[in-house]
């Protein structure tokens, strides 16, 4: 038995699963064995109560333009809890559309307006005709590491006050084609475009995740082997 | 005919001829010219053939095929158009470079799902298949509800034709058409309503907008399904899957409306192309003991799935090319009571799919549990594939990025069984080994 448990959140994981959103779970529960912990996955789907402090951990991935229409009208109820757990430095994974939704609001595909939840302050405007496609590489200023993955969206996201990108474009378009960043990063929510998906590829992230939810989850325990822990390279 | 498309016709057929003859193969490139010459030919097709479109995302060519076999019970001669030409250009070909035939034709003719209304525009069928929609290579394709959308463009255009329907794919009874409807599935099993798996595509009723539940569910969002919310729920079926009876990575047997039905070929999705093609024999006149003759006779119908013989090596070549896809073989390939090797064959072309990512839908964590001593990956992007085998919990793993070095490693493995899966272009370049060394006639048809 694994010494540490940690929940995890999979935020309307029956609706936003498009971008095989399920292999972030997976790299999370590789990870998460080598640091002696496991992880208990719940969907927690339209018409659920999402309670924050039931978990440790949290996914928001991204769907089909339908799908995540019908997510935004659910979006209000659950709008407090996903704030409460932002706020107590619980970390978050947020994919695509779920990158979108946690900020103002973005475009649909039909030219209108879909409200977000303003949780984070960015917004997302629509490119007529037109995805960015293909193999993105980005640079996380802060500690160095690189990203490498896949990113197939439509949607251009603009960082507001607060908030800093995941990383800054060495090849593909990232959050919006012009201002060379990718994803964003706020407490300890980490937002991207990056299919991959993104921590399959990008284990220095899993292990971020996991450590900030163990020093959250057990505030007294010594995590010092865990974050001896060496990523090896995946791709 | 008019004489603009006669002459187009002629150029077509010369082309073919001509890179038949001396280029070994073309099969879109007379289209393309014969469509250049005169864009609206098909026109000229239309009085000279009854015609049946078989369109969706996967099943596709199988369909087709069995249909083609199906109904070759009932009548003389049955134009189809060979695998992978199901866009335009290829179907122009098929058309120009058939026999004429002496009285009016009978076409069954799978069609790419976004190039059904560029057939429906000059030629109006009696029939149409809609085999499934899943989510497919995204980076060209799109979400499901829009190739749903393409499809209906085609079919608007013949609000007459017989739609001949998966029952059990809830897309194809979210619309109110003016087509007679027919539809097939499985009714073998009833339960208590339960969920789909979470990484499931497709869950929400299409009239309320809530998640669906199931009493049966054959596989991805296929099944009996209903909407607790609104009351939604699968249409009644005319043809269906009555009882599943053995099921080998290499037959099946079940019972379609009573009766017991064989086909040399593995997997619960092909069942499902097996139930279209008797769905459409039916709808033809074609009786049910033809269609039983039909399923059995033993021709290679099921080209995409021959189990190739490698130095005494049994080896089974399958295309993978979406996650829904790779699901179904995987479970096929668990129904083998041998021990197997498993190899996967990743490449990242245009054809493949540039992104990787639909590998980790693969629900490879249940290999684990069988007995496989011997795992292989390989192709260009063979990294992305060894780490979804190693976070399946995969350890015995040899890695071969050059796909010429494959079929010696194939001869190493430790079983007489080995299952290759690989992408499209994968599946090319290995063909392509086992040709040149004389294990296979060569091409992929």
């Known amino acids: 038995m694994p010494k540490y448990h940690l929940n995890l959140a999979h935020l309307y994981g029956n609706l936003l699963n498009t971008y095989s959103d399920v292999g972030n779970i997976i790299a999370l529960q590789y990870y998460a064995k080598q640091m002696d912990a496991d992880i208990s996955v719940k969907v927690i789907s339209i018409g659920q109560e999402f309670n924050p402090d039931e978990f440790d951990l949290a ?36 994919i695509c559309g779920g990158y979108q939704l946690l900020g103002q609001y973005y475009i649909g595909a039909n030219g209108e307006r879909i409200p977000g939840l303003s949780i984070l302050p960015h917004y997302t405007l629509s490119q007529d005709h037109n995805r960015f496609i293909g193999n993105i590489t980005i640079k996380n200023e802060q500690t160095g590491d690189e990203y490498h993955g896949f990113e197939n969206h439509n949607g251009m996201t603009f960082l507001g006050k607060g908030e ?20 964003a990063i706020f407490k300890e929510v980490y937002c991207s475009y990056f299919h991959g998906p993104i921590l399959t590829r990008n284990g220095e992230i899993a292990k971020h995740l996991l450590l900030a939810a163990l020093h959250n989850k057990y505030p007294e325990e010594d995590f010092s082997k865990q974050e001896q822990l060496t990523i090896k390279p995946t791709f | 005919m008019s004489l603009r498309s006669s002459f187009a016709e002629a150029a077509g057929r010369s082309s073919y001829w001509f890179l038949h003859t001396f280029m070994n193969g073309g099969s879109s490139l007379p289209g393309k010219l014969t469509l250049k010459l005169d864009p609206n030919i098909l026109q000229a097709f239309s009085k000279k053939y009854d015609l049946v479109i078989v369109t969706g ?6 369909t087709t ?77 799109g979400e499901i509800y829009t190739t749903y959308k393409k499809i209906l463009n085609g079919v608007k255009l013949a609000p007459k034709a017989t739609i001949i329907a998966n029952g059990d794919e809830q897309l194809f009874n979210s619309q109110d058409l003016p087509n007679p409807i027919i539809y097939y599935g499985f009714n073998h099993e009833h339960h208590e309503p339960f969920d789909a798996p979470a990484n499931t595509d497709g869950l929400l009723c299409p009239k309320c907008q809530h998640i669906l539940k199931y009493r049966m569910r054959t596989y991805a969002n296929l099944g009996d399904y209903f909407c607790p919310h609104c009351g939604f729920k699968r249409p009644k079926l005319t043809y269906a899957v009555t009882k599943l009876d053995q099921l080998t990575p290499t037959s099946s047997t079940f019972e379609l409306d009573g009766e017991k039905y064989k086909i040399g070929i593995g997997g619960l999705y092909n069942i499902y192309n097996a139930l279209a093609a008797y769905a459409l024999g039916r709808f033809l006149g074609v009786s049910q003991a033809q269609i039983k003759d039909a399923f059995e006779s033993d021709e290679r119908v099921f080209g995409r799935q021959e189990v190739i013989n490698v130095d005494g090596k ?16 995987l479970d096929m390939i668990e129904t083998d009571p041998q021990p197997f090797s498993f190899a996967f064959l990743l490449n990242a072309n245009y054809a493949d799919g540039i992104d990787t990512s639909w590998i980790w839908d693969g629900n490879f964590e249940k290999l684990v549990k069988h007995e496989i001593p011997q795992y292989m990956t390989g192709g260009e992007r063979y990294k992305d594939i060894t780490t979804r085998l190693i976070m399946a919990g995969v350890d015995k793993m040899w890695h071969e990025p050059d796909l010429t070095h494959v079929i010696a490693k194939i001869k190493e493995m430790p079983t007489k069984h ?28």
Do not use: C
């Open chain 1, 59 to 94: 996914l928001f991935g991204g769907g089909q333009d339908y799908e995540q229409f019908v997510v935004s009208k659910d979006l209000p109820n659950k709008k407090a809890g996903i704030k409460k757990f932002i706020d107590n430095q619980k970390p978050l994974l947020a």
């Open chain 1, 164 to 183: 800093r990108p995941l990383g800054k474009v060495i090849s593909g378009h990232g959050n919006n084609g012009q201002d060379k960043t990718e994803g």
């Open chain 2, 57 to 62: 995302t996967n099943g596709k060519t199988l």
């Open chain 2, 65 to 141: 095929s069995l249909s083609v076999r199906v109904l070759r019970e009932k009548y003389d001669q049955v134009l189809t158009n060979p695998t992978g030409s199901n866009m335009e250009q290829g179907i122009v070909t098929t058309f120009i470079t058939a026999p004429r035939p002496k009285k009016k034709g009978l076409a069954v003719l799978e069609v790419d799902e976004a190039n059904v209304v560029k057939v429906t525009k000059y030629i109006t069928p009696i029939a149409f298949i809609f085999t499934n929609i899943f989510r497919d290579q995204m980076d060209r394709y």
């Open chain 2, 314 to 329: 049994e080896v089974t070549l399958i295309l993978v090319k979406n996650p829904v896809g790779l699901n179904q073989v």
């Open chain 2, 418 to 445: 080995v299952y290759i899966l690989a992408t499209y272009t994968a599946v090319l370049q290995l063909r392509k080994q086992l040709a040149e060394k004389g294990y296979i006639k060569g091409g992929m048809d």
